[in-house]
T-cell receptor, first 114, second 111 residues
Framework: DVKVTQSSRYLVKRTGEKVFLECVQD?????MFWYRQDPGLGLRLIYF???????EKGDIPEGYSVSREKKERFSLILESASTNQTSMYLC?????????????FGPGTRLTVT | DAKTTQPTSMDCAEGRAANLPCNHS???????VYWYRQIHSQGPQYIIH???NNETNEMASLIITEDRKSSTLILPHATLRDTAVYYC????????????FGKGTSLLVTP
């Protein structure tokens, strides 16, 4: 059974803290994605990666960075957390090619920045 | 990617078929129709996709009209666990990019 796991389901951080959100997939997928989901705004892409050490900006990359040192792991970093980054963060992975859009999602991390 | 239009919400009785419509009148020839769902407090789950032929898997059936301007996702025997937001997405197959989930249809399955 395919699996995408995220390091925490719930996280509370203070403004200005550096925050690491980890995502691991066990499907040997090349593509990995980070989204955030907010009420009324739907899912928005933050960053994605096609391969190890590769990264591409999505629609809302400001205030975030990513790291992909190993194929199975894709980390989202909030360099200095702010209250407007309070959100649900979702990681996904997929195979390249015709299966690109069959994305498998993790359970999400609900981050609260106070 | 083509834009999609879905009803905001629908109800379905448990055990009955749930038919969720989606309009995508501007779909291009190389764009697929994808369906995902999101159960409350969980990540989205891929359900099914198709290009022009009808498709069926263990979760659902996808019926695409001949002109490809609309489609229907069918859950043949809805259960309470099928209560979720269902997203219809149109995209090129190997776009390798984010999916535009839109607002989806909130399906409530009632006992």
């Amino acid at each position: 059974d395919v699996k995408v796991t995220q390091s925490s389901r719930y996280l509370v951080k203070r403004t200005g803290e550096k925050v690491f959100l980890e995502c691991v997939q066990d499907m040997d997928h090349e593509n990995m994605f980070w989204y955030r989901q907010d009420p009324g705004l739907g899912l928005r892409l933050i960053y994605f990666s096609y391969d190890v050490k590769m990264k591409e900006k999505g629609d809302i990359p400001e205030g975030y960075s990513v790291s992909r040192e190993k194929k199975e792991r894709f980390s989202l970093i909030l360099e200095s957390a702010s209250t407007n980054q309070t959100s649900m963060y979702l990681c996904a992975s997929s195979r390249p090619g015709t299966s690109d859009n069959e994305q498998y999602f993790g359970p999400g991390t609900r981050l609260t920045v106070t | 990617d083509a834009k999609t239009t879905q009803p905001t919400s629908m109800d379905c009785a448990e055990g009955r078929a749930a038919n969720l419509p989606c309009n995508h009148s501007t779909i291009s020839g190389n764009e697929y129709v994808y369906w995902y769902r999101q159960i409350h407090s969980q990540g989205p789950q891929y359900i099914i996709h198709g290009l022009k032929n009808n498709e069926t898997n263990e979760m659902a059936s996808l019926i695409i009209t001949e002109d490809r301007k609309s489609s229907t996702l069918i859950l043949p025997h809805a259960t309470l666990r099928d209560t979720a937001v269902y997203y219809c997405i149109v995209s090129r197959a190997n776009s390798g990019y984010a999916l535009n989930f839109g607002k989806g249809t909130s399906l409530l399955v009632t006992p």
